[in-house]
């Protein structure tokens, strides 16, 4: 099973912030949160990872609460190429697999 | 350009029929992994590699069979032990296990006669 819990979907306005909540109450300390997407019929493209500090990229930025209980990625400016499934997936270093959810379909109106 | 490709883009199976799904990458990654993905639901995995000539089963590795002779290779052989193929198939690859970043490629659908 998914360690982690995401919205079904999401809207988002374009040229707006999109801000993609993501659960993993069960956490532990040496698991990274990772977020892929997929756009239609294409494979997931990684996005962004993090530990514990905030992280940005030229894609996203990648925030994660204090206790790591919840993260939330933020796409700054949403264009309607951003329209996707947004997996956020918790990795352990001892994991050799990953295991997607089913998570969330987002959407941006124009 | 370094990458991971699949071919075909489409294939159609007959009851019955055994189909190879192919997986290529030059990333020089020794991990591969198979996904299985139904309409409107996640990826599920089906086998992963970490290693030339090792292998092991995912969540759904009934009916189907892979080989890693090369590192750059992991076929995917759907048998007729599957008796619901009809999806998208992902191959991806990574350094290696633990946290590495996975690379997709472009994905096959297969469907079935």
């Known amino acids: 099973d998914a360690k982690t819990t995401q919205p079904p979907s999401m809207d988002c306005a374009e040229g707006r912030a999109a801000n993609l909540p993501c659960n993993h109450s069960?956490?532990?300390?040496?698991?990274?949160v990772y977020w892929y997407r997929q756009i239609h019929s294409q494979g997931p493209q990684y996005i962004i990872h993090g530990l514990k500090n905030n992280e940005t990229n030229e894609m996203a930025s990648l925030i994660i609460t204090e206790d790591r209980k919840s993260s939330t990625l933020i796409l700054p400016h949403a264009t309607l190429r951003d329209t996707a499934v947004y997996y956020c997936?918790?990795?352990?270093?001892?994991?050799?697999?990953?295991?997607f959810g089913k998570g969330t379909r987002l959407h941006i109106l124009p | 350009d370094g990458g991971i490709t699949q071919s075909p883009k489409y294939l159609f199976r007959k009851e019955g029929q055994n189909v190879t799904l192919s997986c290529e990458q030059n990333?020089?990654?020794?991990?591969m992994y198979w996904y299985r993905q139904d309409p409107g639901q996640g990826l599920r995995l089906i086998y992963y590699?970490?290693?030339?000539?090792?292998?092991q089963k995912g969540d759904i590795a009934e009916g189907y069979s892979v080989s890693r002779e090369k590192k750059e290779s992991f076929p995917l052989t759907v048998t007729s032990a599957q008796k619901n193929p009809t999806a998208f198939y992902l191959c991806?690859?990574?350094?290696?296990?633990?946290?590495?970043?996975?690379?997709f490629g472009p994905g096959t659908r297969l469907l079935v006669l």
């Open positions: 991806a690859s990574s350094f290696g296990r633990n946290q590495e970043t996975q690379y």
């Open positions: 990333l020089n990654h020794d991990a």
């Open positions: 997936i918790v990795i352990g270093w001892r994991d050799d697999k990953i295991i």
């Open positions: 590699s970490q290693i030339v000539n090792d292998f």
């Open positions: 069960t956490i532990s300390g040496n698991e990274y």
